[in-house]
């Protein structure tokens, strides 16, 4: 049975993560919220996400369909009631679809206009339901993600050897390697979590790890870098310095010295050396973010916020940021002083004002770097690229 991941109306608030890629594919913990439904449910999945990403992310229907609203994080307990929908039943929670098992015709009818005609619509039933609200659910739910994530992976299976050069603090049972890793003179501390290091990832000399950690597949983490528990780094992504409760989507470098705390970077992104992102007032106050949902600066309810940074951003050498900054997508941010606490999509420049940054220039940079690491950039990223800096060209006005 096909597996669909549906965005829901929250999709907006989660902006500017969600600019290139559907609320499901977003990386929680190890793995992505998709990645997640398919291993516990042992289905393949699609998603159904905005018409202009439909074709880097194509749904998948068969004769029989279950869908699911993306934001929605699995656990034990809604899995085990969601694999016993019955055929032709929508679940609701509030009045908006939840879960549902549609046949192939009326999941495409779903997917063109939202419609549940001849379904049989039920209140869903009554658990302790867990979403990705906001950016900020992201770095808040991320230590627990990985510790669920770890248990999901590595169940039944065995570790590749530490090898004696590293100091490990804790269980053994708290750390698992997979195949190829590069591991030697680094400390690691299980004992307040997992640390999980994926196929081919480097981890050089000096490092100071503290779980609960992920480091993806082929991702690489600097000399003497030091990585604080609730941190996720991405496969292939690159990074140095200090991080705290950080989430790397992938492909991503802050490959230097410099702080990030309480934050999501998306894909394709570069923050320069010494690239310090704060995530706490002078005043210990409560962190104001801005809000693509209400089109203003909101309160997070939070006092340790970082930064949100949307895909394909970068930063140059000792760029300084607001707490709570967010940046949308492609920007590019360099420059003596404070930018603006938030940056929108397309925006070059930084604390002495900002820009509009031409789309073509944008894409040739976006292709350099995706070649750099054998992603191709397709006439599809040229689409997606066009069409962001469409919708997004309110906010540069």
Not at 370 to 393: C, G, N, Q, V
Request: proline share 6%; charged share 20%.
């Amino acid at each position: 049975m096909p597996l669909l991941l549906f965005d829901s109306a929250n999709r907006v608030d989660l902006l500017p993560l969600t600019y290139a890629r559907p609320v499901a594919d977003l990386r929680l913990g190890i793995l992505t919220l998709g990645e997640k439904w398919a291993r516990r449910l042992d289905m393949p999945a699609s998603y159904l996400s905005a018409p202009y990403l439909r074709r880097l992310f194509p749904p998948n229907f068969g004769e029989d369909n279950l869908l699911i609203e993306g934001s929605l994080v699995p656990d034990v307990s809604n899995v085990s009631w969601i694999e016993g929908i019955p055929e032709n039943t929508a679940w609701l929670r509030g009045g908006a679809l939840l879960v549902a098992r549609l046949n192939e015709e009326r999941a495409r009818a779903y997917a063109t206009d939202r419609t549940l005609d001849g379904v049989n619509v039920q209140d869903a039933p009554h658990l302790p339901y867990r979403f990705v609200s906001r950016p900020a659910d992201l770095f808040l739910q991320n230590g627990e993600a990985i510790v669920s994530d770890f248990e999901l992976i590595t169940g039944g299976r065995t570790s590749e050897a530490l090898s004696a050069s590293n100091t490990l603090i804790g269980p053994p049972e708290n750390l698992f390697l997979e195949a190829n890793v590069t591991l030697e003179a680094c400390i690691l501390n299980v004992e307040s979590g997992p640390i999980y290091i994926g196929k081919d990832a480097t981890v050089l000399e000096g490092c100071l790890l503290r779980g609960p950690i992920s480091i993806g597949q082929e991702a690489v983490v600097k000399m003497g870098a030091r990585i604080y528990g609730g941190t996720t780094v991405g496969p292939d992504c690159k990074v140095g310095g200090e991080i705290s409760n950080v989430v790397f989507q992938g492909n991503s470098n802050k490959g230097h010295d410099g702080y990030l705390g309480n934050a999501v970077v998306g894909e394709w992104c570069n923050l320069g050396a010494d690239t310090n992102a704060s995530n706490l007032k002078n005043d210990y106050g409560e962190v104001k973010v801005w809000s693509y949902a209400e089109n203003r600066m909101v309160g997070s309810g939070l006092q340790f916020h970082g930064l949100i940074m949307g895909d394909h951003s970068k930063t140059g050498i000792n760029t300084m940021l607001n707490t709570g900054t967010v940046v949308g997508f492609s920007a590019n941010v360099f420059g003596a002083g404070f930018p603006p606490s938030f940056i929108p999509s397309f925006s070059w420049g930084g604390g002495e004002g900002l820009q509009p940054y031409r789309v073509e220039k944008a894409m040739a940079t976006a292709e350099r770097m995706m070649e750099r690491r054998k992603h191709p950039f397709t006439p599809l990223h040229r689409e997606l690229f066009l069409a962001i800096f469409e919708s997004s060209a309110s906010y540069r006005e």
